[in-house]
C-alpha cells in the first residue's frame, strides 16, 4: 500500500506544481486554494509512504514523479518545448524511480 500513497503524493505534486503555474497566470484566490490542498494532500501522502518506505526512496521516487509529471504537463497543457532530448531524460528520471522501487 505505501507505493500507492508515494504514486498518490507524486501525482499530487505535480498537481501542486501546475497550480504555481496557474497563480502566476490569474492570481485568483481559487488557485491558492488549490495549491495548498495539492500540496498538503502531497506531503500527507508521502507521509504515509514514508511509514513503510526508507525515506531516500520515498523522496527520490516522490520527486522524480513529480519532476516528470511536472515536464509533461507542461508540454501538455501548457505549450511548452517539445523535442526528443526532453523526453529522454524524462524517462531516464521515471526510469530511476522504477529502479528504486525495484531494489527497495
Known sequence: MA???LVLAGLFEMF???MINQMHQDRRWRS???LIIG???SFFFLSEAMKTLPMGTAYAVWTGIGA???ALAGMILYGEKKNWQRLLFILMVLGAAVGLKLVA
Open 68 to 70: 516528470a509529471g511536472g
Open 3 to 5: 507505493w500507492v500513497w
Open 32 to 34: 491558492l486554494v488549490w
Open 16 to 18: 501542486g506544481v501546475m
Open 39 to 41: 500540496f498538503g494532500a
